[in-house]
């Protein structure tokens, strides 16, 4: 027992004993060789294996490991425990299944390593309650020295859980065991009664469940001993307790968020890991915010406790550790970061991140050594070594120990495979920034020269560091020297930069010059749709463009924009060419002069079959083809028969939709001229919408309120029958023009029309006249769904009365638009 909490004593001190000191990756392979050899594996066991060997973070199937454990016998199941824990080393739930089965197995000192090694990277109450129940049950026959060494246990474990929220039912256990304990004079039950006293003083004051039944017994307990007392001591603790009791409350609904059956994986950005992720840190928000005004002491345990909880969970998540390990610096903790930031690298070898952090953190303090030694294993590990932490350690030593030390960092730096030009470009510029010495600044330049020239990227660097010196000649030099080695699909921006320097320090004939030899360039590649652009507009523009001052207006350099595109387009040349011509025809032109991001590495979109996207003439082609369908006239596919335009603020179409219109003027007038004229009328009125699909219901509200006469023999194809009587009025407007939507509905081939009487049809057209004159006028958009229900009402009450012909006629009027019907008699 005590060997135990000399280990945990040693945890205390930050010793992170979670991962051991094998290597993840090692163990992995021991995995892997597991798997070929063992051949008594279960299907479930061998298939979790299996998705195990392809994601080492399958947690579904590292899941199916712990279920296959659980049912085994702890001597088959030892092994896969060591397993699962050695890549998920916070799983505290594991663990507990683990020591419980070491437990029932009576192997007491297995399971005193085990809770040696989980108990305090595992801050869990129910595992932290599986450590004291074996506590007791050790000590159960030891008498008074068991007693205090269980006392002992439950101190400890408090001290380290009690302020989760789910220790209530602890301080319950512990308080109950404290009751429990034997009194044989007043001396000791009085020692007994201020020990149980206590307890129940710090219970009460803590946010957890349970906290409401804790002061009740509370109460209880005073009461039972001295009310005078009980009083005095009550009402000073209340409004302590009234606090945790509130911050319990707001506590509870951060922690209802949490998934603690979650196990730590490295985070993928799936929708649970993030919300998981957002839920810690607004736990941890709370809890920084000190909502209980608790004391610096208590605050800094009850913030510590939270995020080492979190870590429980999010173990693989960088900014956590530097969270914690940067509160503790802000807190007036240096030490205990410089713990919490050595737990993170050993948690995360690769995360540079955090190397870097500790060393700045080391730094910051005056801990040289320290930082030193943190940048020395950052480049020394293959597995984080860069050229990105060379720099960062070439500055370091520089800020450290001097621009010497630095260049001797540099020289080792060489020597290394992953030193890239990136490292003499940084070394020569801190030279020249911070010591201003020009010669050893291009001395390092020169020097990368030799290895990177036929880098485009490194070259340009150069450059820019010979024009910060005002050195044109030696920049002409280099360009001349990197063109003269690199390939001409590499040399594009060499090519580009150039220009901008001649554009800037030479002379007209010097850029005419360049500008040719890049023209020659671009066709030995074999790109002349971008090479016949050099002598356009686009080329004068950009050389007498100022950073954000353009030399015309934003319509012409559109068009000349769209231009370009057509060039491509017919030139059939989107392959290396795109990379010049997508940078030159940008509405910005700034790849033409080199200032824009051109990379021949890029991957840029095809654009040979780009075309200038023009809305309305979209929507002009669609909505034509769909009426030219409606009224059975053929057309070609894509040609529009109606050149119908929108009423609006004009926009400037491109040339190929305005020579769209106007060759479709004419095709409008003649089909018009064959439509039937009540068609011709009616499609003259329809309403402007915006797209070929408009809104149905809108559609139809306007349909109801449209005013076309009814020529019923036009619509049937028939000769005028004169029992008609005249086309209807003006007045009976609205009913025709329903009317003719009711029968656009039907089989217009199988409808006659009978002859009605004349008489009948004037006593008809009184009672119509009659109940239209007491319904009012409507100037909103009609229901229609209530227009529908009107109709099947009528119909049902027009089919009762058995009477067709005309009054049916204004029957069906009435039933769309809402009207009486006429037929009522």
């Keep these: 027992m005590a060997a135990m909490e000399d280990n945990q004593q040693k945890n205390e001190e930050g010793q992170d004993v979670m991962m051991g000191d094998g290597d993840p990756q090692s163990d992995l392979l021991a995995q892997d060789d597991l798997l070929k050899t063992d051949k008594e594996l279960s299907p479930v066991e061998r298939r979790a294996r299996e998705r195990i060997k392809a994601d080492r973070w399958d947690t579904e199937a590292w899941n199916m490991i712990g279920s296959e454990a659980q049912g085994r016998q702890i001597t088959e199941a030892a092994p896969l425990y060591e397993m699962l824990l050695t890549n998920f080393p916070t799983a505290a739930r594991y663990w507990r299944c683990y020591v419980e089965a070491q437990m029932m197995a009576y192997n007491d000192e297995a399971t005193k390593l085990i809770f040696s090694r989980c108990l305090l990277s595992c801050l869990h109450v129910e595992l932290w309650r599986c450590y004291i129940r074996f506590i007791r049950k050790v000590n159960e026959n030891r008498g008074v020295e068991g007693r205090d060494e269980t006392k002992k246990a439950f101190d400890f474990m408090l001290g380290h859980i009690g302020m989760d929220i789910g220790a209530g039912a602890v301080w319950m256990e512990y308080i109950a065991f404290l009751k429990a304990a034997p009194a044989s004079t007043p001396q000791e039950e009085s020692q007994r009664m201020t020990t149980v006293r206590k307890a129940y003083q710090r219970a009460v004051l803590a946010p957890i469940h349970l906290v409401e039944q804790l002061w009740k017994d509370y109460e209880t307990f005073e009461n039972s001993l001295s009310r005078t007392l009980a009083k005095s001591l009550l009402a000073e603790y209340q409004p302590k307790h009234f606090s945790a009791r509130a911050v319990y409350r707001e506590r509870k609904k951060f922690c209802e968020r949490i998934d603690s059956s979650m196990l730590a994986v490295p985070p993928t950005g799936s929708v649970k890991e993030e919300q998981q992720c957002s839920a810690w840190k607004q736990l941890l928000t709370f809890e920084k915010a000190n909502p209980q005004k608790l004391d610096p002491t208590s605050l800094t345990k009850r913030v510590a406790f939270t995020f080492e909880q979190c870590l429980m969970y999010l173990y693989h998540y960088p900014e956590i550790w530097y969270d914690y390990a940067s509160w503790h610096a802000q807190n007036g903790s240096p030490e205990s970061a410089a713990v919490v930031f050595q737990r993170a690298i050993k948690a995360l070898p690769d995360k540079t991140l955090l190397h870097y952090a500790f060393a700045e953190f080391e730094e910051a303090r005056g801990n040289i050594q320290e930082a030193k030694k943190v940048y020395e294993n950052l480049v020394k590990n293959s597995a984080t070594a860069s050229s990105l932490a060379y720099i960062q350690f070439i500055r370091f030593t520089q800020r450290t120990e001097g621009t010497e030390s630095a260049l001797k960092a540099l020289v080792e730096a060489r020597k290394s495979p992953v030193c890239t030009y990136h490292v003499y470009v940084s070394s020569a510029m801190m030279v020249l920034c911070i010591e201003k010495d020009q010669k050893i600044a291009r001395n390092i330049f020169e020097m990368g020269l030799k ?243 408009p809104n149905v219901e809108t559609v139809m509200a306007e349909l109801l309120q449209l005013k076309i006469p009814l020529d019923v023999a036009e619509i049937l194809g028939t000769e005028p029958d004169v029992s008609l009587g005249t086309k209807a009025t003006v007045g009976d407007a609205r009913g025709a023009a329903n009317g003719f939507a009711k029968l656009g509905g039907r089989n217009i081939s199988n409808l006659s029309v009978k002859p009605i009487k004349t008489e009948g049809t004037k006593r008809k057209e009184i009672e119509r006249s009659e109940e239209e004159d007491s319904i009012p006028v409507q100037n909103h958009t009609p229901d229609v769904f209530r227009i529908r229900q009107l109709q099947r009402a009528r119909a049902a009450k027009s089919g009762q009365a058995g009477s067709i012909g005309a009054g049916s006629t204004s029957g069906g009027s009435g039933a769309i638009t809402g009207e009486p019907s006429g037929s009522s008699g």
């Excluded at 040399?491 to 500008?515: A, P």
């Excluded at 075309?611 to 057309?635: C, E, K």
Aim: glycine share 8%.
């Design 451 to 693: 290895k990177y020239i036929h880098e485009p990227a490194y070259v340009l660097e150069y450059a820019d560091f010979l024009c910060r010196l005002n050195d044109d000649q030696n920049v002409r030099v280099l360009f001349e020297r990197a063109l003269s080695v690199l390939p001409p699909e590499e040399s594009i921006e060499v090519w580009n930069r150039f220009m901008l320097f001649e554009q800037t320090y030479g002379d007209l004939s010097s850029i005419m010059k360049v500008q040719q030899r890049r023209k020659d360039a671009l066709i030995q590649m074999g790109d002349e749709g971008a090479a016949s652009i050099e002598h356009s507009l686009l080329q004068l523009v950009s050389r007498y463009r100022y950073l954000d001052l353009w030399p015309c207006s934003t319509q012409e350099l559109n068009h000349l924009s769209r231009q370009q595109v057509m060039v491509q387009r017919t030139s059939g040349k989107a392959g290396k060419g795109s990379t010049l011509q997508g940078s030159t025809a940008s509405g910005a032109a700034e790849g033409l002069d080199g200032t824009g991001p051109g990379s021949t590495n890029i991957v840029l979109p095809d654009v040979s079959k780009m075309a200038v996207y023009d809305p309305r003439q979209a929507s002009v082609q669609g909505l034509s083809t769909n009426i030219g369908t409606a009224v059975g006239i053929q057309t070609s596919v894509g040609q529009p028969i109606l050149g119908l335009q929108h009423v609006g603020a004009p926009v400037s179409l491109s040339t190929t939709a305005q020579a769209s219109a106007e060759a479709t003027t004419t095709a409008v007038e003649e089909a018009v001229k064959i439509l039937p004229p009540t068609l011709a009328n009616f499609l003259s009125q329809l309403p402007i919408v915006d797209g070929p699909t």
